[in-house]
């Protein structure tokens, strides 16, 4: 008897273990469940649909999870995204999926199987335990009651063959918990696996959600560059021809105010200039190409005058668009830091879950300045939120006065 | 000439507002949204106005305009914008050409023609910037008369769209008035159009004529 094969014993008694306390809780959710589905079809369901939906998937997700890492491999899941607002056919498109069937299917059964299961087989190696203290019951007992085990133990002659019935039941155990481990995962793998046609079918769709949701972001970017060039460069050149029309008039009228006015068209040249490069640079930093995203992270945080540190995680190659737009906001977010916050230190940490289903890129800038920052129209936050807006991402900014400073954004890459 | 200046951009809010003043105007006063302007609607002789202002940034200028016109019949509005489209000509248009001005943001550069545009929109001409009158004429069907009209008589039409007078037009054609005189009747004859229509009725039928 290999070390070896025990401890797989022990992992999969402990497998059988965790599902009893899963499967209680799946029992919840069907009790739960129930109690809610009058209130479903009676109250406009489809409203709060999405509400049951996202938990059963989160459980079923879990699930995943736990079955996954007991013995290793990855289940797949293929859900259509849940609708952001919910319009009736959506969220009814969400209830009724494949997808959500198969997960209360596995829901049911799971509540109510796998605690019967689970328990009657976990059973077996504390009987184990009950039957070697059998005759230490028998001692502290009463006289003349009989201990339940396989048969009455009412004497000490049967009581000394207890240790033999630990062996039957050693046995037993020895094979039954990692054969029930085994089938209670192989069943809820197949449960959980979405099949073929199923995983096509939703791929399909969740494609099409995430094409179309891909094209309006697209579209929401290229309105935020064409915003930025009109309110840039190209009113700072009417600027410049401006005054360049202006000084030409004073030369022509031979009146004096030529010069500064020259003088003026060239800083406002020298602006769009900058403001031209800044764009260019915002719309796709070079350094991304010979970098990548996380080489370039590390540039932004190697050249901050406050020290900053950067945790980078799970990254994985992500539309050129959302690499530049993760940039920008990191290098936007250090440079607020330098010039206003008074930091001693900032931590930026970037990580992607590639087991979320949603593919999010999550990225937390935190400092321990004087905090106090406000978001002001046109300002560096501003520009943050247009710029992952336009991705359907999220902005928080936490920043009371006398700090620290956090800002959460979370941009989608799965596109 | 009281003249208001809605603008939102503060660089070139300041820099229109210095020009105009430089060049004999009285600037009551420059604002950055269409909202104070219609406030001091009251005070002034004409307007500048910029398309894209807050709170939406599309065309709150053509729609100030609208309103200012609709309150003041016959108001000089100038409008600027970073690009020109026919449409919004036409949006602008559709309630009378007089006292009306249709810019690309750039034409502030030529200073002369720029002020010269300002006091003809003032004095109820109306002004189109070329792009808008080329617009309308690369988009004209194949059996359109205007094809029939000779290279001169397309360049004299483009710029009596654009609003300028005849003496105008020959400056800048470098030809006698007699001659621009000449072609804008053959114009107006191979497209059917009244010669009797002068100054800012004449852009209109013209303007009409290619929005067709």
Not at chain 1, 41 to 50: D, Y
Not at chain 1, 370 to 390: F, K, L, N, S, T
Not at chain 2, 92 to 101: D, P, S, T, V
Request: some cysteine; charged content about 20%; proline content about 5%.
């Amino acid at each position: 008897m290999s070390r070896d094969r025990l401890l797989r014993w022990w992992r999969a008694l402990r497998y059988l273990i965790v599902e009893l306390g899963a499967g209680f809780a799946s029992l919840g959710f069907i009790i739960i469940g129930l109690a809610m589905t009058p209130l479903l079809i009676f109250s406009g369901g489809w409203l709060i649909a999405p509400l049951i939906v996202r938990p059963l998937r989160w459980w079923a997700g879990l699930a995943r999870e736990r079955n996954s890492r007991h013995r290793g491999g990855s289940i797949q899941s293929a859900y259509i995204p849940l609708p952001t607002s919910p319009s009736m056919e959506s969220s009814l498109r969400v209830t009724f999926s494949r997808s959500t069937g198969r997960d209360l299917l596995w829901l049911l059964g799971h509540g109510l199987i796998t605690p019967v299961v689970t328990l009657l087989t976990i059973a077996v190696p504390l009987s184990v335990v009950n039957s070697l203290l059998v005759p230490a019951y028998w001692y502290l007992a009463p006289a003349g009651d009989p201990i339940s085990s396989p048969y009455p133990v009412t004497s000490w002659a049967a009581a000394a063959w207890m240790p033999l019935v630990a062996l039957g039941y050693a046995l037993i155990a020895w094979w039954l918990v990692p054969g029930i481990a085994f089938g209670l995962r192989w069943v809820q793998v197949a449960a959980l696996t979405p099949g073929k046609k199923a995983r096509l079918s939703e791929r399909v769709t969740a494609l099409t959600a995430s094409r179309a949701a891909a094209l309006d972001a697209h579209s929401a970017e290229l309105r935020r560059i064409e915003r930025d060039l009109h309110d840039g460069a190209q009113n700072r050149l009417v600027s410049v021809v401006m005054m360049l029309g202006m000084a030409e008039r004073s030369l022509e009228n031979h009146t004096d105010g030529a010069l500064p006015q020259l003088r003026r068209a060239q800083e406002a040249a020298t602006d769009a200039l900058a403001g031209l490069r800044t764009m260019v640079h915002d719309i796709y930093p070079p350094c991304l190409d010979e970098l990548g995203l996380e080489g370039s992270l590390s540039a932004v945080a190697g050249s901050s005058g406050v020290p900053c540190t950067l945790e980078v995680s799970g990254l994985h190659r992500m539309p050129a668009a959302v690499e530049s737009a993760a940039y920008f906001v990191v290098a936007e977010a250090v440079t607020n830091v330098n010039k206003y916050s008074a930091a001693t230190r900032v931590n930026v940490s970037v990580t992607c879950d590639s087991s979320d289903p949603e593919d999010m890129l999550h990225i937390v800038i935190e400092d321990d300045g004087r905090g106090g920052a406000v978001e002001r129209p046109g300002g560096g936050i501003a520009g943050i939120r247009r710029r992952v807006e336009a991705f359907e991402g999220t902005v928080q900014l936490t920043s009371p006065v006398g700090g620290p400073t956090v800002m959460r954004v979370e941009l989608p890459c799965g596109w | 000439m009281r003249v208001v200046i809605a603008e939102d951009d503060a660089l070139l809010r300041e820099g229109l507002a210095l020009l105009l003043r430089s060049e004999g105007f009285d600037v009551v006063a420059a604002v950055d949204n269409a909202d104070d302007f219609l406030a001091l609607l009251d005070d002034t002789d004409a307007a500048v106005l910029d398309v894209r202002m807050p709170p939406t940034f599309t065309t709150e200028g053509l729609k100030a305009a609208e309103t200012a016109r609709r309150r003041r019949p016959g108001f000089p509005v100038l409008v600027l914008s970073a690009y020109v489209e026919d449409r919004y000509a036409g949006q602008l248009l559709a309630e009378g050409a007089a006292g009306l001005g249709y810019l690309l943001k750039e034409r502030v550069g030529k200073v002369a023609e720029f002020v010269d545009a300002l006091r003809r929109v003032a004095d109820g001409g109306t002004v189109m910037d070329p792009v808008v009158i080329s617009q309308l004429l690369s988009r004209r069907r194949a059996d359109d008369p205007i094809r029939s009209l000779t290279p001169r008589e397309h360049e004299v039409l483009a710029l009596m769209a654009e609003g300028l007078d005849n003496t105008t037009i020959a400056a800048r054609l470098v030809v006698t008035e007699t001659a621009v005189s000449k072609h804008i009747g053959n114009i107006f004859a191979k497209l059917g159009l009244s010669t009797s229509d002068s100054g800012s009725r004449r852009v209109l039928a013209v303007l009409a004529y290619l929005r067709t």
